[in-house]
């Protein structure tokens, strides 16, 4: 089974409770105005992993990083909701917590006509964060960039105390440097020109 995958990060303290990696998947067919990552919309760019190696790669973060959990972003992550509820479970043998953002609500998800696998996966999530961004409705919330996204707490694994951080990562890298976290555009307007490194964006 292959997961077209935008982007990973090995470890993230902005992206969910404690240390995780991060999944960035690609394609979303839900195309809210002023999407924050317009560049893992196109479910026509292939770039394709097997879930196998994407389970290896989580289980070498588990060791080398002791994350503790895993966050699926993208794109929209229930647009691969089987490949994705393959890689969650793998997780949960290891111990590790599945943290998912989507555009479609959780009522959406539960219902006959959501993406293939979207039950299944959400049978293996501990956190979903859902709902599509809506520009108008701005939010000071964490982890959420409008008002109308909600956070269900699926097992009880988590409080709602353990989301209440609001942290953003710059992550210098020689090929790729790139703001980690979810905000909205005026706060990653002025982190990114304090940061002195990318000027205005
Ligand atoms: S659901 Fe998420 S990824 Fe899809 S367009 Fe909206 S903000 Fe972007």
Not at 3 to 13: F, K, Y
Not at 30 to 49: F, K, M, N, Q, W
Not at 144 to 171: A, I, P
């Amino acid at each position: 089974m292959l997961l077209n995958l935008g982007g990973q990060q090995e470890v993230s303290s902005a992206m969910g409770p404690g240390k995780r990696s991060v999944l960035w998947v690609r394609g979303c067919s839900i195309l809210c105005s002023g999407c924050i990552t317009p560049e893992y919309l196109d479910h026509a760019v292939r770039t394709e992993t097997t879930v196998e190696e994407v389970c290896e790669w989580i289980t070498r973060m588990k060791f080398e990083h002791q994350i503790e959990g895993v966050s699926f972003s993208g794109g929209e992550p229930f647009e691969q909701a089987k490949a994705l509820a393959f890689i969650a479970r793998a997780c949960r043998e290891l111990g590790l917590s599945i943290q998912s953002w989507s555009g479609y609500t959780k009522r959406y998800l539960e219902k006959g006509h959501a993406p293939d696998g979207s039950r299944e996966l959400l049978e293996t999530l501990d956190v979903l964060i859902d709902g599509p961004f809506i520009r108008q409705r701005p939010t000071s919330l964490p982890l959420r960039g409008s008002s109308n996204q909600h956070l269900h707490l699926l097992t009880d694994r988590y409080k709602v105390e353990d989301f209440e951080q609001r942290y953003m990562e710059l992550v210098i890298d020689p090929k790729q440097t790139r703001a980690v976290g979810v905000m909205n555009h005026a706060h990653l307007r002025a982190a990114l020109a304090l940061s002195g490194i990318l000027g205005d964006v």
